[in-house]
């Protein structure tokens, strides 16, 4: 995952754009001129939706997107533009077809609960000169680019002769293609490398009633032999996802709260696209896409996932790494003003922790009671010289930091190679900064940014002078 944090790959998202609309509100009463609820309208939001849903996923994962598609000349379209250009993605690839609606679909929010939807748009295939159009625009760029996503949603962007010709051009450059598809018929997608069916659709497309792991198994086979495809895939809602290439495999997944399933399909195929671009495996990139489903769909609304998100749900399910919990400074400080808006209190101490022992573990444990987060600060190798002579530390700073993030109490760990934490604590501006009972009466680097300062009081006898004197008298405690 830390690796990911890195990685900017250009993938190009061909398909259906439109425009979510949302009216949120509360309902207290009946209406008098008919049995329908009325809702008070508190705001009004706008998100890119069908394809654009997948496009705004990557953006916050990180990837660099190029897109195309086809809007109409009207006032929808110009505002497709203007979320595109607020999201810093270009809309070169986009195609202007007069006559034809810009799809946005709005939806009526009471109480977190969507009530109604209503749609304007055009459902007709594109006429040949966007189809070519969209070719032209797919040919000068393909060889720039890591992968390729079709995301179709039938509103007639990925015809026939749009998708088969896309796939041709990948092909023609050794890219891949993922496809997210429509209908009951996949056989415009030969030649992808994978498809993106939720069960319900795969047994539309194939005929077979996916009702145990055998009927499973067939769909998967009959994708992957009809359409051609490297790597044949059904999306199983709460059951994660099954995978068949040379045999099937199956991901579960466990997402704790579900809010709406709005979109989940688009951050799948983003998620997924995202981590094969990023040279994981299908067999890596497949339970990443998972955990990024998982997040969403405990939001409202067409949702997006960041990585620092899907790294909090694998570690709430004790699925993550230590080196996932160790931050570099600027990772820290976006990844504390995000918890900031969402709410969380964050406890901020910091060390040396060169041998850590029981006085360590409990001082890490209460820090961690005061909030929700904690993150500790952790003196490098050459900072801890400075501090405790040349002789220390006894550990190196990478097998510190790691040791330290893997203890239930720590979510993160930043090192620091100044003399003090002062510019850390002034870049993060914790809620609790916490210290050692020896600093009563004294002084606190630091403290000035944190509301509030709390001294924990260490274990008697516990340190890890103590632990190398005992070492080397070759004494026991």
């Not at 997006?304 to 931050?327: F, P």
Request: aromatic share 6%; proline share 3%; with cysteine.
């Amino acid at each position: 995952m830390r690796a990911l944090h890195n990685a900017h790959p250009h993938i190009l998202v061909i398909g259906d754009l439109m425009i979510d609309h949302y009216l949120w509100g509360g309902c207290e009463r009946i209406s008098p001129e008919a049995p329908v609820q009325v809702v008070d309208i508190s705001r009004e939001t706008t998100v890119l939706g069908g394809a654009g849903n997948v496009i705004n996923n990557l953006v916050t994962l990180g990837a660099r997107v190029s897109i195309s598609g086809v809007m109409g000349d009207d006032e929808n379209g110009e505002e497709l533009r203007k979320m595109l250009r607020a999201i810093s993605v270009s809309s070169d690839g986009l195609i202007c077809q007069s006559g034809r609606k810009t799809s946005k679909k709005s939806r009526i929010i009471a109480s977190n609960q969507q009530i109604l939807r209503y749609d304007k748009e055009s459902k007709n295939a594109i006429d040949k000169s966007s189809e070519e159009a969209i070719l032209s625009y797919v040919k000068e760029i393909v060889s720039a680019c890591d992968i390729i996503i079709l995301s179709d949603y039938g509103k007639g962007v990925l015809t026939d002769a749009v998708a088969g010709g896309i796939i041709a051009l990948a092909k023609e450059a050794g890219k891949k293609v993922l496809v997210d598809p429509k209908g009951k018929d996949y056989r415009k997608y030969r030649g992808a490398y994978l498809l993106t069916p939720n069960k319900k659709e795969a047994s539309e497309a194939t005929g077979i009633v996916i009702s145990d792991e055998s009927s499973l198994e067939k769909a998967l086979l009959s994708l992957k032999e009809t359409c051609d495809l490297e790597c044949s895939m059904i999306t199983l809602s709460e059951d994660g996802i099954a995978i068949f290439d040379d045999s099937m495999r199956r991901f579960p997944t466990v997402a704790k709260e579900v809010f709406d399933v709005t979109g989940a399909g688009d951050t799948v195929i983003a998620s997924l696209s995202f981590a094969l671009s990023c040279g994981l495996s299908i067999d890596e990139a497949a339970p990443f896409a998972n955990h990024a489903a998982a997040v969403v769909v405990g939001k409202i609304g067409s949702a997006t996932v960041t990585l620092g998100e899907i790294e909090e749900y694998e570690s709430s399910l004790h699925q993550s790494t230590s080196d996932m919990h160790i931050k570099a400074k600027e990772e820290i400080y976006t990844l504390a003003e995000r918890l900031k808006n969402e709410g969380k209190k964050i406890v901020f101490t910091n060390g040396c922790f060169d041998i850590l022992h029981v006085g360590h573990v409990k001082y890490l444990q209460e820090a961690k009671s005061y909030g929700d987060v904690l993150i500790v600060g952790l003196n490098s190798d050459s900072s801890v010289r400075e501090l405790k002579g040349p002789t220390r530390p006894v550990n190196p700073e990478g097998d510190r930091a790691y040791i330290l993030a893997a203890l239930e109490s720590v979510d993160y760990v930043v090192v620091f190679s100044e003399e003090t934490p002062h510019e850390l604590i002034k870049n993060i501006a914790p809620d609790i900064l916490v210290k050692g009972g020896d600093y009563e009466g004294k002084s606190v680097v630091g403290a000035e940014f944190a509301s509030e300062l709390r001294l924990v009081q260490f274990v008697e006898g516990k340190s890890t002078t103590a632990t190398i004197a005992r070492i080397n008298e070759g004494t026991t405690c």
